[in-house]
């Protein structure tokens, strides 16, 4: 049996990449960050365009407070960023490859239960 610390298991993938430790940590890390079901809905709010924090709260029916806490989280893991517009922050994904990964989960989800 191997250990995956001490393998990289690139093969697996595309040839050009060589995941190490450090990658599998970061890969765990972004996909606990997208593990809350309210964290998923406000990816694919943004995935549309991009909101602000009460734009957030009146698509997805949650309150401030707990939309302010969720963006914290998904900001910490590089998935948002936000930009000051006046008196109000919009939120934004940071790249494409997260989308694909919360429209991809979510299709997968779908086709599960169908």
Do not use: W
Request: with cysteine.
């Amino acid at each position: 049996m191997t250990d995956i610390s001490d393998e990289p298991i690139g093969d697996q993938l595309e040839p050009t990449v060589a995941l190490d430790r450090a990658a599998l940590d970061g890969a765990s890390e972004l996909l606990r960050a997208l593990s809350a079901p309210v964290r998923i809905a406000i990816v694919l709010q943004l995935l549309e365009q991009e909101r602000c924090v009460h734009e957030l709260v009146g698509a997805l029916g949650v309150t401030q407070p707990l939309i302010s806490q969720h963006l914290r989280v998904l900001k910490a893991a590089g998935v948002v960023s936000g930009q000051r517009n006046g008196r109000e922050i919009l939120y934004h994904l940071v790249d494409d490859h997260l989308a694909h990964i919360v429209t991809d989960a979510v299709a997968h989800a779908t086709e599960r239960t169908e």
